[in-house]
C-alpha cells in the first residue's frame, strides 16, 4: 500500500543527544513537511521541500535539521540546540508544486526528553 | 503572511445534533483551504479541500464546508454527528495557485470535538 511511513513511534532521548526521525514516503510526491505538534498550539511547520537536494526553513527550523538526499526520504534531526524538543512530530508529503492538491500525512512520532 | 483562526478550543455536542465548526483565515489572494480530522495520537486525514469553483464542498463522513470569500471563513458542518466523530479538527489554508513555488500550509490551532449520548 502507498504511504507515509514515520519511524519510530515513541521515541525517548536524553538531554544534550541528537536523535533522528525517519519519514519515507512510497506515493512519488515531489513535497515533503515536517510539522510539530503541541497541545494547543496546532501543527508548526519546522522545514519543507519541494525537490531532491533542496529544503526550506518554515516558521520555527531552530535546533532541528534535515537532509532530501532521496525523493522517498525526508529524515529529521532534533539537535541538542533545540530547548523544548518534547512534542509531537508529523511528516507529510503532497505530490507535486503548484498543483491542486493536498498533504498527506503520516502516522506520527512523539518525541520525549527524559 | 496566511494565518488561520479557529475560535472554538473545544465544542461539545449531543450525539445526533448538527455541528458547526467554525474557521477563518487571512490571505492576500484566493486561498487553497482543508479541513483534517485528527484521532488521538494519530495523523491527519483530509476530510474535504477547496480550491475553486463551487463554494459549498462535500467530503467524507458526511460532513461540507463553505467557502465564503466576504468573510474570509471556511466552516465546517454535518448534520448530524455519531460518536466516532469525537477528535480534533483542523483547518488549513495553502497559497493557492498565485503564489506558486511557495507552497507551505499553515493550520489552525485545532478545535477538540467531544460528543455526549
Known amino acids: 500500500d502507498g504511504g507515509i511511513t514515520q519511524s519510530p513511534k515513541y521515541l525517548f532521548r536524553k538531554e544534550g543527544q541528537n536523535v533522528t526521525l525517519s519519514c519515507e514516503q512510497n506515493?512519488?510526491?515531489?513535497?515533503m513537511y515536517w510539522y510539530r505538534q503541541d497541545p494547543g498550539q496546532g501543527l508548526r511547520l519546522i522545514y519543507y521541500?519541494?525537490?531532491?537536494?533542496?529544503?526550506q526553513k518554515g516558521d520555527i527550523a531552530e535546533g532541528y535539521s534535515v537532509s532530501r538526499e532521496k525523493k522517498e526520504s525526508f529524515p529529521l534531526t532534533v539537535t541538542s540546540a533545540q530547548k523544548n524538543p518534547t512534542a509531537f512530530y508529523l511528516c507529510?508529503?503532497?505530490?507535486?508544486?503548484?498543483?491542486?492538491?493536498?498533504?498527506?500525512f503520516g502516522q506520527g512520532t512523539r518525541l520525549t526528553v527524559v | 503572511a496566511q494565518s488561520v483562526t479557529q475560535p472554538d478550543i473545544h465544542i461539545t455536542v449531543s450525539e445526533g445534533a448538527s455541528l458547526e465548526l467554525r474557521c477563518n483565515y487571512s490571505?492576500?489572494?484566493?486561498?487553497?483551504l482543508f479541513w483534517y480530522v485528527q484521532s488521538p495520537g494519530q495523523g491527519l486525514q483530509l476530510l474535504l479541500k477547496?480550491?475553486?469553483?463551487?463554494?459549498l464542498v462535500q467530503g467524507i463522513k458526511g460532513f461540507e464546508a463553505e467557502f465564503k470569500r466576504s468573510q474570509s471563513s471556511f466552516n465546517l458542518r454535518k448534520p448530524s454527528v455519531h460518536w466516532s466523530d469525537a477528535a480534533e479538527y483542523f483547518c488549513?489554508?495553502?497559497?493557492?495557485?498565485?503564489?506558486?513555488?511557495?507552497?507551505?500550509?499553515?493550520f489552525g490551532t485545532g478545535t477538540r470535538l467531544t460528543i455526549i449520548p
Open positions: 507529510a508529503s503532497s505530490p507535486r508544486r503548484g498543483m491542486n492538491t493536498e498533504a498527506f
Open positions: 506515493l512519488n510526491h515531489d513535497a
Open positions: 521541500s519541494q525537490i531532491v537536494n533542496d529544503f
Open positions: 490571505y492576500g489572494a484566493t486561498p487553497y
Open positions: 477547496y480550491f475553486s469553483g463551487d463554494t
Open positions: 488549513a489554508v495553502g497559497p493557492g495557485i498565485s503564489n506558486f513555488g511557495n507552497e507551505k500550509l499553515t
